[in-house]
């Protein structure tokens, strides 16, 4: 009698760890009805097995009638429950920790991921209960601790092989789809990637690409950090953990107003450039960079009038005539045509600067990197470069 009893526990037990695994999804996305239909043929088992289950404040407890409280028993689905617990830690509570440990905040995190603050603390308070330290500090403005920062590492790898393992599956369709998180600077967005985007989107609609304006110089870091997928930009340095393509060549070049003084020349000496009113962009641009190592050169101390963060801004200045400047060449051929610039050649700034593409050199690359990537490299450089 006894054999048998123990037999059906152990029975019960076993398919309560099964029913408990295949619903644990379920109850952490609060899919409550999923969860119901298990608990009901559960509940069925139970009257079968003539044992009574029940959940008093997150413990589970079997008794079995006609017996006495049954400590074996209770330490079985203790140790049952304990185990779910190991088995807990899943992907929605490592992209929670990811995203506080951006916005430094249980709140912005929750609108973020479509979630309450309450559940938002519950999932971290779960990740510290099953690996028994602190993982944030509560403090405003919330900050990750010591042991928060090592976890953050280990959660980051393991989202990149899951989010591998999405585009991987996805790849296994034919048709190369999926999303490219591009940056580049403003100038090579306004001007070379219509060209580019027109082409490919009319290839592939199923490919989406999502375009963020910043420096070359952050496109490097951004990339290697994994923030976008892939950028293009001037390529100025090299990273052993980035692959780069040259699409074509750029120079920066002086360029005035119809009405400036300098308008009427051929061309321009570096010491013209001397005491002439300069509109330049901000220094943490390439160009910037090469300008400031040209006068550098020549002992020259520009007369700066107006430093500002992009190409577009700078032409708009250089338009009404509030001074010179020296800008990518590519930017300004729209303007040139129709006869708003002028650009006077200066012997000393025709140095050409490879604007190519930038990725990461370990990161799989999902079909719609790879379609993309291809397509590009495969293009003449006179698609990138427009006709003056």
Do not use: W
């Not at 408990?20 to 999804?25: D, G, K, P, T």
């Not at 429950?81 to 929750?110: P, V, W, Y």
């Not at 779960?126 to 403090?139: A, G, P």
Request: hydrophobic share 40%; with cysteine; charged share 20%.
């Amino acid at each position: 009698m006894k054999a048998r009893q123990q037999q059906g526990y152990e029975e019960v037990y076993i398919t309560y760890l099964m029913i408990f695994r295949l619903s644990f999804a379920y109850l952490m996305k609060e899919h409550n009805d999923m969860l119901g239909a298990y608990n009901i043929n559960f509940r069925l088992l139970m009257q079968k097995k003539r044992l009574i289950l029940s959940r008093s404040h997150g413990s589970l407890i079997a008794l079995a009638p006609g017996f006495t409280y049954n400590l074996g028993i209770e330490k079985e689905f203790r140790q049952c429950e304990q185990q779910i617990r190991r088995d807990s830690m899943n992907i929605s509570q490592l992209e929670t920790l990811l995203t506080i440990s951006k916005t430094m905040s249980f709140r912005k995190a929750g609108e973020l991921l479509n979630l309450t603050q309450p559940a938002v603390s519950a999932q971290i308070k779960s990740l510290e209960d099953e690996f028994k330290t602190v993982l944030v500090d509560r403090n405003q403005p919330v900050t990750l601790t010591d042991p928060g920062k090592v976890f953050l590492e280990h959660a980051e790898r393991i989202l990149d092989v899951v989010e591998e393992l999405r585009q991987k599956l996805t790849d296994l369709k034919e048709v190369p789809q999926g999303q490219i998180i591009m940056g580049t600077t403003t100038s090579i967005a306004i001007q070379i990637l219509p060209r580019v985007l027109s082409y490919f989107q009319d290839q592939f609609p199923l490919i989406k690409t999502s375009i963020q304006s910043m420096p070359s110089s952050a496109i490097y870091q951004q990339v290697e950090s994994g923030l976008i997928d892939v950028g293009i930009g001037y390529l100025i340095e090299r990273n052993p953990n980035l692959s780069t393509s040259i699409l074509y060549y750029d120079t920066f070049e002086l360029v005035v107003s119809p009405h400036h003084p300098l308008a009427s020349r051929p061309q321009a000496t570096m010491e013209a450039l001397r005491e002439i009113p300069l509109i330049l962009l901000s220094p943490d641009t390439v160009g910037r960079r090469f300008v400031d190592d040209v006068f550098k050169k020549f002992n020259i101390e520009p007369h700066v009038v107006m430093e500002l963060s992009s190409s577009e801004e700078v032409k708009r200045m250089v338009e009404i005539n509030l001074g010179a400047a020296i800008i990518s060449k590519q930017s300004v051929t729209a303007e040139m045509r129709a006869g708003a610039l002028k650009l006077i050649p200066v012997r000393e700034l025709e140095v050409s600067h490879p604007v190519g593409v930038i990725y990461k050199s370990t990161r799989y690359l999902n079909s719609a990197m790879q379609q993309f990537l291809s397509d590009l490299k495969g293009m003449p450089e006179t698609h990138f470069i427009s006709s003056e």
